[in-house]
């Protein structure tokens, strides 16, 4: 069974820093490309960011690029978002998963909620 597991989420000001962690399982990690979401209310789930396999490549919405970094662990089926100059457009609830065929490749986890506020 795939399960995604997200973690890191909280309450920080504008400016602040977060880094959400993805435990997954019951699917190779290491041989999926991988990607955060999130979704904020009212809005539709966005891709923000993607990694490759082998950790080599990344992609980034253009909303989050030069403040965010995907990277990932295949020793410990692990992917993270750092998230830095953190703004109140970026509260949403963050998810991870893998990403086949520009889309989410399984059913989704329970996301880490982030919310950027003064």
């Known amino acids: 069974q795939v399960q995604f597991v997200e973690s890191g989420g909280g309450l920080v000001q504008p400016g602040g820093s977060l880094r959400l962690s993805c435990a997954a399982s019951?699917?190779?990690?290491?041989?999926?490309?991988m990607s955060w979401y999130r979704q904020a209310p009212g809005n539709k789930r966005e891709l923000v960011a993607v990694?490759?396999?082998?950790?080599?490549?990344?992609n980034y919405a253009d909303s989050v690029k030069a403040r965010f970094t995907i990277s990932r662990d295949n020793a410990k089926n692990t992917v993270y978002l750092q998230m830095d100059s953190l703004k109140p457009g970026d509260t949403a609830v963050y998810y991870c998963n893998a990403y086949l065929f520009a889309r989410a490749r399984y059913s989704w986890g329970q996301g880490t909620q982030v919310t950027v506020s003064s």
């Open positions: 019951g699917f190779t990690f290491g041989s999926n490309v």
């Open positions: 990694i490759s396999s082998d950790g080599g490549s990344t």
